[in-house]
């Protein structure tokens, strides 16, 4: 597609069930981007897929929190036992590299959660 | 550890010039980059600093001292249309790209 695609746009869930987030990156981008965003806060990092290197887990906050990417396009995010603080917009976002050359990154409209 | 410190808000005026600045501390840093945030949508790119020095794209420009751990980004001829947050974000060396708080900028008439 023409840009990162998300879905649902809107989920609300019954606390202690578990979500499942999807991403569809732009075709061809290697580099995959899971951030949080909580109202009026900053973007909080979650996990980074790049090409078939094993992904940069270091900010899933708990257990409850894990992503796959498979065949190098597809993502989803889980998170098992949704407790109230998890109700955020979760992000995804790709690129076609990082570094010097081709730096930018594309968001999608986001996955807005709401546990109640 | 990694961390950006940037002003958590911001007023000026139609037509004014304003700064945002950004202080930096990553391992292994490869460039700041900026994004614009409107109320309720995804943020999008603005600019990218890899090497020292001014780059400027129409009203906006960002700035990069890699030796200071510092960077700005500078609005000119501020619209209405630029009330938005603002994020600067590193990369680091293993490709992550991390981003700071966020500065809410409110345009005035």
């Known amino acids: 597609g023409a840009g990162v695609s998300q879905s649902p746009s809107n989920k609300v869930t019954e606390k202690g069930k578990d979500v499942e987030l999807r991403c569809d990156p732009i075709?061809?981008?290697?580099?995959l981007y899971w951030y949080r965003q909580s109202l009026g806060q900053g973007l909080e990092f979650l996990i980074y897929?790049?090409?078939?290197?094993?992904?940069?887990k270091s900010g899933l906050p708990s257990d409850r929190f894990s992503a796959e990417r498979t065949g190098g396009s597809v993502s989803t995010l889980t998170i098992q036992r949704t407790q109230q603080e998890d109700s955020a917009v979760y992000l995804c976002?790709?690129?076609?590299?990082?570094?010097?050359?081709?730096?930018?990154?594309?968001f999608g409209e986001g996955s807005w959660l709401t546990v109640v | 550890g990694q961390s950006l410190e940037q002003p958590s808000e911001v007023t000026a005026v139609e037509g004014a010039i304003v700064q945002i600045n950004c202080t930096y501390q990553?391992?292994?840093?490869?460039?700041l980059s900026w994004y614009q945030q409107h109320d309720g949508g995804a943020p999008t790119f603005l600019s990218y600093?890899?090497?020292?020095g001014l780059e400027e794209t129409g009203r906006f420009s960002s700035f990069l001292s890699r030796s200071d751990s510092y960077g700005y980004l500078l609005l000119q001829e501020l619209q209405m249309k630029d009330s938005a947050s603002y994020f600067c974000?590193?990369?680091?060396?293993?490709?992550?790209?991390?981003f700071g708080q966020g500065t809410e900028l409110s345009v005035k008439p």
């Open positions: 976002a790709s690129s076609s590299s990082y570094g010097v050359s081709g730096n930018t990154i594309y």
């Open positions: 974000a590193v990369y680091n060396q293993g490709g992550k790209l991390i």
């Open positions: 600093n890899a090497l020292d």
């Open positions: 990553t391992s292994g840093f490869y460039g």
């Open positions: 897929f790049q090409g078939n290197s094993a992904p940069d």
């Open positions: 075709s061809g981008h290697t580099a």
